[in-house]
């Protein structure tokens, strides 16, 4: 669990944290350097479960041994279905990071919603949904891991 005071702004307190797959964790169904690492320092501190429609069927194979949850979605629309997994866990509780459209609700809705633009660029509605922007995956997960770098972003 993450709890930090922000001035101005009020308490956030973080169990939860929700991930894109492809475009922000991996590019072309691949695991991007780094964040197997990073993965495994937040799982002391967060839940962690990775929603995707798994574009490249590699997800599983690619995250595999890590300590995380792989939801694979079903055909539909995805901004919903992952704005629904979002407030099954209390989106409140929730840093959620993405790329995409279909990530935009879910930014939204979190206590911390993080756009990740990265290597395949990112959604300009998914950007404009979030709290905050990063240039990359990595800048995003070591937010959560030194979370005065988030205090120094939100506050007033």
Do not use: W
Request: charged share 20%; with cysteine.
């Amino acid at each position: 669990m993450l709890e930090l005071d922000i001035p101005g702004t009020g308490r956030l307190v973080l169990d939860h944290l929700v991930l894109d797959y492809n475009g922000t964790l991996a590019r072309d169904g691949a695991l991007l350097p780094g964040v197997a690492e990073r993965l495994g320092a937040l799982a002391k501190d967060f839940s962690i479960l990775v929603v995707t429609a798994d574009t490249f069927g590699t997800v599983r194979q690619a995250l595999a041994g890590l300590p995380v949850e792989v939801r694979v979605l079903a055909p539909g629309p995805e901004d919903r279905a992952k704005l629904d997994i979002l407030d099954s866990l209390g989106a409140a509780s929730c840093a959620a990071m993405g790329n995409g459209r279909n990530d935009r609700l879910m930014l939204a809705e979190a206590g911390l919603g993080v756009a990740v633009l990265g290597p395949e660029g990112a959604n300009r509605e998914a950007l404009a949904a979030a709290a905050i922007t990063v240039t990359g995956i990595l800048d995003g997960l070591d937010l959560l891991l030194h979370p005065k770098r988030l205090l120094a972003t939100l506050r007033v």
